[in-house]
């Protein structure tokens, strides 16, 4: 199982981004899964968070501006970036609780994180 997030880039303030995280491998569901973000120098923070039942909940800096969504045929899960200010520049990571079949046919739940896909918001 992997996950593979996309979607950084170069955006200007009041810009919006949209990122992607898809998992891979023989997935059988996804439950909880979320968005962190890590600073040059800093630790690495809580962004957006969602559960299979589509409650969600959000780091109070970023809330009302980006929403954590999921399509779960394809396996990905979505963060929309709007009104980015320039404190949003960061790497940002996903992280997710994968339920996922093993070579004899036994399902297993364990977490993973995606490599990180940098976002920079500057003019």
């Known amino acids: 199982v992997q996950l593979q997030a996309s979607g950084g880039g170069l955006v200007q303030p009041g810009g919006s981004l949209r990122l992607s995280c898809a998992a891979s491998g023989n997935i059988f569901s996804i439950n909880r899964v979320g968005w962190y973000r890590q600073a040059p120098g800093t630790q690495r923070d809580f962004v957006a968070g969602?559960?299979?039942?589509?409650?969600?909940d959000y780091a109070a800096s970023v809330k009302g501006r980006f929403t954590i969504s999921r399509d779960n045929a394809k396996n990905t899960v979505y963060l929309q970036m709007n009104s980015l200010k320039p404190e949003d520049t960061a790497v940002y990571y996903c992280n997710g609780d994968v339920v996922y079949w093993s070579s004899k046919g036994i399902l297993y739940e364990n977490n993973y994180w995606g490599q990180g896909t940098q976002v920079t918001v500057s003019s």
């Open positions: 969602g559960t299979g039942s589509g409650s969600a």
